[in-house]
Each structure stands twice: as structure tokens, then as C-alpha cells.
């Protein structure tokens, strides 16, 4: 399994204050101006995995989205884009590509390139 990730500006190898920023900058919708979303950051073997607690509405009849699960890579900083899996088994996922030399960090953000 190849993993996709994209670059960032970590201070490697990557530590939990360190994934707690990169989580901040990176995986952060600039659009949102009430800072309610938490990133709430947990340590594995290989990586962080961060997934984006986002505050309830006041119509609880809406159920909560689903929310992706990213991964900062130890190693280099690099994140990734999982399904709304366990993190667990997104970790170990995430292991078993790195394992088969699947990780490819690409050369910038989608998006980015563009204007």
C-alpha cells in the first residue's frame, strides 16, 4: 500500500509538542474564526494521528460529521489523509505501508501550486 503525505515545517524527528503545532498550522480550516475545533493529538510507534473534534450544534437532531483521521509521520513531519477509521487501526495501517517502503511525500500541498 502506497501512502501519499505532504510536507511540512517540522523540526524532525517529530515530538508531541511538535505534532500538537503541526496539527495547529496544517490541519486547521483558516476559514474558521471561532477556534473551536480541538485537535486531539495520539502517539504511536511511527506517528501522531490527529483527528478534529468539532464542537456540537445546537440542533442535536444533526447528527456529528464523520471526521478523517490525519497522521504526522515521525520521522519527517509529513501528514497524511485516512478514512474515519479507529486511529489505532489507522496506526497500524500506517506502520505496515511505511514497512513496505509506501510512504511518498509529495512535493507540495494539493492546491498549492495554484493561484
Known sequence: M????YPTDATVPVQLPEAERIA???LSDPGDTTGGV????????SCFTV??????TADQT???PLTPVSVIDKATGAVSYWPSY??????ERYGAALA???LIIEDDWPGAAEG
Open 2 to 5: 502506497q501512502v501519499h503525505a
Open 24 to 26: 495547529a498550522t496544517h
Open 38 to 45: 480541538e485537535h486531539v493529538v495520539t502517539e504511536f510507534e
Open 51 to 56: 483527528v478534529a473534534i468539532v464542537p456540537s
Open 62 to 64: 444533526i447528527a456529528p
Open 86 to 91: 479507529p486511529v489505532a487501526v489507522v496506526a
Open 100 to 102: 513496505d517502503a509506501g
